[in-house]
């Protein structure tokens, strides 16, 4: 089957002479229809600019980028246009992306007649309504009147997710989307997004710092760790949380707490050698996790850049020396 979308070496630079960094570093990686996939990672490790990528709003300095098969490079002005609707993006900080001088009603009427998705004010303003109920802001015409900055964090993350629905999407990129939001609402949230997933049949990109969100929204999915602009390690999530290999993946893991306290008193600590992430503009050389690794082969990790390797249990692991090994991150009581 074809990809929906898939990255092939991508990469993407910013910054000029000593100050050029590689935020993202020849990434591969494929999303079927249908799928979720989670991008996980710490902060400043390429997953905004990955996803901004994917939805076309940033050309990738190297590699490049298939919808449905074909690069988005390559496609006519027809196809570009049908490639933009498709894929939207709801972006990190909502009250960055929504226009502040617009009420909830421009917000969503305004994409809605530009496309052509009605015929007319009066049916933008139903289908308006329509869209804001199915992002569970009720009564919706409550809402319609409200500016960005009436509305808390959890309600301006629904209405960017229902402008995104104005162009009926097949891929969303959710980039932290329920980072920015109170505990108590993010899961109502998440159980949206997923609700959407199964009744509009999308695919999604969710991208977090969070493997506990990962794990919830992601189960049925995968998942792709990133570090430092390359991905260390992806795979089925029950496989990546259950049987982590890559060294990263591990640390990231045995730094999510259990909501069962008994469990997190048992879960293993893993050692790094460094807590220090390695700056961007100063990369060491060989596999970029080796200043940090516990398991670190002097000749080996710092020579040259491990290849992401297929894995018989599922995904691929970039790490030769560990990607064979199990490791159980539960101390057995
Ligand atoms: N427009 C830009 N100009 C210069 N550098 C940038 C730009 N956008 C991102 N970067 C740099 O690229 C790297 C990756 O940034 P990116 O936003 O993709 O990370 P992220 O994984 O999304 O982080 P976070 O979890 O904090 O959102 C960072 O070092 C960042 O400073
Ligand atoms: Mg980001």
């Not at 000749?299 to 090994?325: M, N, Q, T, W, Y």
Request: charged residues 25%.
């Amino acid at each position: 089957m074809m990809a929906h979308i898939e990255l092939q070496n991508v990469s993407r630079a910013f910054g000029k002479e000593q100050e050029r960094v590689l935020a993202v570093d020849g990434v591969s990686l494929t999303i079927e229809k249908g799928e979720i996939r989670c991008l996980v990672g710490e902060s400043g490790c390429g997953k905004s600019t990955t996803g901004k990528m994917i939805a076309g709003l940033l050309p990738p300095s190297g590699g490049r980028i298939l919808f449905d098969g074909k690069p988005i490079d390559r496609l006519n002005k027809e196809e570009y246009r049908a490639y933009r609707h498709a894929v939207q993006i709801i972006h990190q900080d909502p009250y960055a992306s929504l226009n502040p001088v617009q009420t909830v009603k421009q917000i969503i009427t305004t994409p809605l007649l530009r496309h052509r998705k009605v015929s007319g004010s009066q049916q933008a303003y139903r289908r308006a309504l329509e869209l804001l109920e199915i992002v569970d802001l009720t009564p919706a015409a409550d809402f319609l009147d409200k500016y960005p900055h009436q509305l808390s964090g959890g309600q301006r993350q629904r209405v960017s997710v229902a402008r995104a629905l104005t162009v009926d999407p097949k891929f969303i990129v959710a980039d932290e989307a329920v980072s920015m939001v109170d505990v108590s609402i993010r899961v109502s949230l998440l159980n949206m997004l997923m609700r959407l997933k199964n009744e509009f049949d999308v695919t999604f990109l969710f991208i977090t710092h969070d493997l506990a969100l990962a794990k919830y929204f992601a189960w049925e999915g995968a998942i792709s760790v990133m570090y430092l602009g390359r991905v260390v390690e992806d795979g089925p999530t029950p496989r990546v949380i259950t049987d982590p290999r890559h060294p990263y993946t591990q640390a990231l893991l045995a730094a999510v707490p259990e909501a069962d306290p008994e469990l997190t008193h048992r879960k293993r600590r893993i050692a790094l050698r460094s807590a220090d992430i390695p700056s961007l503009l100063n990369l060491p050389p060989g596999c970029t996790f080796h200043p940090r690794c516990p398991y670190f082969v002097e000749g080996e990790c710092d020579v040259s850049a491990p290849p992401l390797e297929a894995i018989s249990e599922g995904g691929r692991v970039a790490c030769p020396v560990r990607k064979d090994e199990h490791v159980s991150l539960l101390i057995p009581s």
